[in-house]
Each structure stands twice: as C-alpha cells, then as structure tokens.
C-alpha cells in the first residue's frame, strides 16, 4: 500500500495562497461561531461532562448495549445485520439491493461509507449511487472525497462549483452565486429523490434503549431519502450507540453548537422501526473499532461523535485541507483512529500537529486528542517507522541536547551562520522550514552569555 | 463463527474498567418567556412565526402565507387554519405529493433553546409531507413548549405513558427552521432540499 506522507500531499493546497488563506478564514469563523455558542449556555461544560461520561460507560458495557440495541431494533421492525469489515458491509448492502432489483440508490451523509468505499463497489456492480448532501453530491461529480467530516466540499471555490455545475447541470456559463447553484442542485436532486428505489443514511446516534437511531441533517436529503423509497439502509458504525433516549438532549445540545455553531440541526430525525409496509435495514460495522477499543491509549477516541470541531480549530487542518490526510476522516481525530488500522500508511499523521491542544479544549466528548498524537508519535517511533531522515535528525537533536559543550558550540554556531553566512547557505532544500517563512533573527548572546554577564554585574552591589 | 458473534467477542475482550451512567436530573437553563426565546432563535435560523387568539387569526396568517408564495396546491392537516386541496389521508404513495407547494402541519411540542418543533406521524400518515413539501407551516397549541432538550425528552416520555414515546408512527423529528446548505463556499442558502420557509404559527384559544 502506498504511503503519502501529509506534507507532500499538502503541496498542492498551501500552493494556492488566497484559496488556502480563505480556507483557514472560514473555519476560524465556525470556531469562533462554535465558541459564541457555548458561553451562551451556562451549562456547556456540565454537558460536555456528561456527554464524556455517558460514552465512557457505554464503551464500558458496550457488548451488552449492542445486543440491547439488536434485541429492541428487531422488535420494532427492523433487520440487524452485522459487518466485520468493510468488504463484508459493502457485500451486505450489495445483496440487500441486488435481491430486491434495487438499480438507483440516494445517499445522505455518511462517513462510514466513505471509509468502506461503498460507491465506487455498487458502482461497478451497476448501482447509480447518488450522494445527496449538496457538499457530498459536489464532491462526487468531481469523482474527489469529502475533505471535512461535516463540511464535504469546503476545499472547493465557488468558480469551480459553477463550472461543474455548467458541464453537468447546464446552468448559465459562469454563474457563481451560491443561492443559484443550489437551486439547480435542488431542482436535480428531487428528481433522484424521486426515482430512487432504495435510500441510505448513516447514523449519529443508536438508542440501546429504544432500538431506535437518529440522522441529523441541515438539508434534509436523509428525511427526503428515507421518506420515499420503500427500503431504507443504515450503516452505523459499533461506536455510536448510547444508553437512553433521555441521553440524547445531552448530545443535540452538543452536536450542532460544536460542529457549526448552531444550536440544533434543521432536521434530527430518530427512526424508530421502518414505515409501514417498508424495511429497515440496520448494518452494525466494526472495521478497526473492536481494535481501537482494544487499546487502553487510544479507546477514548470512541467517544467521538463526529462534530468536526477538532478539525475547524486545528492549525494544521485549517492550512493544509482535508485532502493532505489522504483518508476520510482527517484532522486531529483522524490522525488518530486511521493510524490504528494501518499504522505505516498513516505514519505521518500525528506529525501533522503542533501539539497544541486546541482540539481537546473543544471537543464536545473530552477526547484527549493531544496526548493521544504525542502516544502516536512514540508508537510510530517505536515500530521502526520514522522517516530516516526525522530519525537521523532526532538522534542529532538528541546528543547536542544531552552535551553541555556540543550544545554552547550549537547555539553559537546557530548564532553566527544566521547572521552572517550567505543567504543559500541558510535557505535550501535542506531547510523545509525556510521555504515559506524567514529564520527569525538571532539573539546577539545566549541566554549561558547573558546569565554570566548579569551575575558578573550582580557582584558588587551584593558585596 | 458469525460476523455478529466475532465481533460481539472481540467488543467483550478488551472492556475497560466499568464507569457509572449518570444522572441528568439538573439545574438546566430555562426561560421566563420560552415563546419569546424561541422567536428569537426560529428567526436566526430563518424561520418565522408568531402566537395567534382564536381560530380566525390563524386563518389570517395562513392565508398571508398562501398569498406571499403564490402556493396552489395545499395539503392542510389543520381543517381551522385552512381546507386546503390536497388530501393527504387518501394517498397511499407518498410520491403523489411531489407538487404539494404549502404542508399546514401538526407540531407536538416546541423547544425554546433552539426553536425546534417535534413533529410525527400521529396525524400525519405520509412523513414526507414535512419534506417534501416546498412551503411548510406548523401549528402547535400554545402551552405545548418546553425549555430545553431535556424537558423536551422527558415531556415525551411522559406523554406516551409508559409506553413507547414513537408508539405506532415509527419515527419523530425536530424540525428548526427550513432547510438550509452553506456547502459552497460557506454561503447560507434556505430551501436545500426540503422546506423553503417554515412558519410556526401557536394557537391560543
């Protein structure tokens, strides 16, 4: 398998300086959206705790909230399925449509099909498999993947919506206005709507309780998608259920005000049992996530309720995009759980992170994203997969720091070469840092020279 | 060994340390005045809305509805806002309401944090009609409102009797405004799919 290391597969993104720029603007501004809406609750944090602390127990006894949530899922009607991997997900959709003659299929958001690759499987076995959110939808008639959780297509300009729009909507040539976009998209989408024999959602939340699920959408493509076909399949990653439906108004409260600011979705819909004289399918997926829980470092990163809030303060994600993660949940969670499935693949992920810890002061389910990258680190480390050159270069580091002498000699050489040596000397391919930004100017002496000088001075005024 | 029983195993293998479930039963925001509260929000999230006296200032608002949209075909669930003339009880594919331009439509209970109204099939045979429709009005009596997302949960609870708060209708939503996309380039655009305005008219006697 091929591994792409994020900082070259975010060449192309920090390339295009205004777009890149905008990109990093526009989810400040969802942050700071995010942040106006928890001080406007007085008990965001009891929420955040609580949320925290229901999914802790849920993991806790997850066996028997799955086989709660299948024993009430089957009473009110629907058919429980269960998915080790991926390819067994995508077998199991497969055959539920081929059996029913299913040809045209409509999708609401869903990550977890992102992350089996159920479009392109149906596709080759004839499906027409249709994302409905308009992002997703974007996305997918640029033959591209989501680069957000929660914002699909936010890496794209509105120029090049219109000129897709032009090529397969035949809307006017060059019309970028947003509002007549979408009402083309609108205009197509209802006929998909209509002629679609099955419909697919994901699922943000499983009720153990009542065996029922809920879709939260702002478009309302999974109500549409669901409403309409007679047959309607959820894949619902094992990680999702909670305890009680009374758990739920922890979770809505926080949902939508961390993922966009919001104070609820337009549309959070709980299934509960398919429509009358209609099927529900539920496909319970594990795909890495029995993996995930095995591990006492990273089995918190369960909790995660996909928000996208990580993502949207995350300096890195913010100038890089989506796409230089090169899977389908990027960000600081995603460096996070992809590395658990394939450890040399995804080896530079939790490099792609200043350790700063903003995710963790917004996650609405106190994940400790930050401490969970710095384990990564040392995880990738200890398996023999740094880079040589990172590898070489730390071991350096490591020395000069351990050796009083070597490291007075570094310092001062630092000091000198910045100051005084010819510009290529400095800035050249050895010198990834310096290709965008300049070396900071040197101090005239070290902290050692200072700290010498002032206690010289000191003397005679303390003798 | 089946899928089901592999990865139940597995999920039994590595368990952490049991953590206690715990109790909602808390000080949560409320309102004095949850009706002006959830104005305030129905409006942020580009809906409208008002508290109407008797059945005939219903009529009056519905009626300025139906005038500003031009709507045609009118499916009404509400006989004292509006006859309407589509009638949603005799369909029986709920893709014969595909042109329907305005839904007048039952809400349960609304929310005043976040102007969320719970709608479902308790009166409404076909759920799209809250979808699919390109205009939707809900009416909702005007003691029917609960500060938070817990009351409202627990107003549920409690109205279903012990039983199951979905009862027969198989699903529930809260609906919050109409629908809404900022997918390109952040830009709020209402009417993405589903509804292009949503009124919220509460019923006074």
């Known amino acids: 398998m091929q591994t792409q290391e994020h900082p070259s597969a975010a060449d192309a993104f920090v390339a295009d300086d205004a777009h890149a ?39 806790a006894r997850l066996g028997d909230y799955l086989e709660q949530f299948e024993r009430n899922a089957t009473r009110l009607g629907a058919v429980v399925h269960w998915a080790r991997d991926a390819a067994e997900h995508n077998a199991i959709v497969l055959k539920l449509l081929q059996e029913r003659s299913v040809r045209r299929l409509v999708k609401s958001k869903s990550m977890l099909t992102e992350e089996c690759g159920l479009n392109p499987f149906l596709e080759q076995h004839g499906i027409e498999v249709t994302d409905t959110d308009l992002g997703e939808w974007i996305v997918q008639l640029r033959h591209e993947h989501p680069s957000h959780i929660v914002l699909p297509a936010i890496h794209i300009k509105k120029e090049d919506v219109g000129e897709l729009f032009h090529r397969e909507l035949g809307t006017e040539k060059g019309a970028t206005d947003p509002a007549y976009l979408t009402e083309a998209a609108r205009h197509r989408l209802r006929e998909k709507f209509l002629a679609a024999e099955a419909g697919l959602t994901g699922v943000n939340f499983g009720i153990a309780e009542t065996g029922g699920f809920v879709v939260c959408t702002n478009e309302g493509n999974s109500d549409l998608g669901t409403s309409l076909p007679p047959i309607h399949i959820a894949s619902m990653g094992i990680e999702k259920l909670i305890p009680r439906l009374d758990d739920m108004g922890v979770f809505l409260r ?36 029995t993996k995930l829980l095995a591990s006492e470092e ?77 384990s990564w ?47 290529w000397v400095v800035y050249n391919r050895f010198n990834p840092w310096g290709r965008q930004r300049e070396m900071p100017l040197p101090p005239k002496e070290s902290f050692r020279q200072w700290h010498s000088r002032q206690s010289r001075d000191d003397k005679p005024s303390s003798s | ?29 409320r309102y004095e005045d949850p009706h002006a509260q959830f104005f305030e929000i129905l409006r942020g999230v580009g809906g409208a809305g008002r508290i109407v006296a008797g059945e005939q200032q219903l009529r009056e608002e519905i009626d300025r509805v139906i005038a500003a949209i031009g709507a045609k075909q ?49 009166r409404v045979r076909q759920r799209v009609a809250y979808f699919l429709s390109q205009h939707v009005v809900l009416v909702i009596p005007h003691e029917r409102i609960a500060s938070n997302m817990h009351e409202a949960y627990a107003w549920l609870q409690q109205s279903a009797d012990g039983g199951s708060p979905f009862g027969e209708t198989t699903w529930g939503t809260f609906m919050s405004g109409p629908s809404k996309t900022a997918d390109i380039e952040q830009a709020l655009v209402i009417g993405a799919h589903g509804a292009r305005s949503l009124h919220v008219f509460f019923t006074k006697p």
Not at chain 1, 404 to 415: D, E, I, N
């Open chain 1, 377 to 423: 680190r040392k995880r990738i480390a200890d398996l023999g997969l740094i880079e040589p050159s990172k590898r070489r270069l730390m071991r350096l580091a490591g020395r000069i720091l351990s050796t009083p002498r070597l490291y007075a000699f570094a310092g001062k050489a630092g000091r000198t070469l910045l100051r005084f040596a010819p510009r």
């Open chain 2, 1 to 29: 060994m089946s899928s089901r029983d592999h990865i139940l195993r597995e999920v039994r293998r590595s368990l952490p340390a049991d953590a206690p479930l715990p109790s909602l039963d808390r000080q949560w925001t």
């Open chain 2, 74 to 122: 009118i499916c009404s669930v509400i006989p004292e806002a509006t006859a309407g003339n589509v009638d949603i009880a005799a369909i029986e594919d709920p893709h014969d309401l595909a042109s329907v331009d305005l839904a007048i439509l039952p809400g349960e209970l609304a929310v005043a944090e976040n102007a969320a109204v719970w709608v479902n099939g308790a």
């Open chain 1, 21 to 59: 720029h905008w990109h990093d603007q526009a989810l400040w501004f969802i942050r700071a959206k995010r942040d106006k809406c928890a001080h406007g609750l007085p008990e965001w944090e009891e929420l955040r705790e609580l949320a925290a602390q229901i999914k802790q127990h849920t993991i």
């Open chain 1, 254 to 289: 926080l949902l939508a005000r961390s993922a966009t600011g919001q104070p609820i979705t337009a549309y959070s819909t709980h299934y509960h049992g398919p429509r009358p004289g209609c099927e529900l399918h539920i496909v319970l997926v594990d795909n890495g996530r």
């Open chain 1, 298 to 374: 990273f089995r918190n990163s369960l909790r995660c309720i996909r928000c996208g809030a990580c993502l949207n303060t995350c300096p890195v994600y913010r100038r890089s995009g989506g796409h230089s993660y090169g899977v389908s949940v990027a960000g600081p969670i995603g460096s996070i759980v992809n590395p658990s499935r394939d450890p040399e693949k995804h080896r530079s992920l939790p490099f792609a992170c200043t350790l700063c810890g903003s995710c963790a002061d917004v996650c609405p389910v106190k994940i400790d994203l930050p401490n969970q990258l710095l």
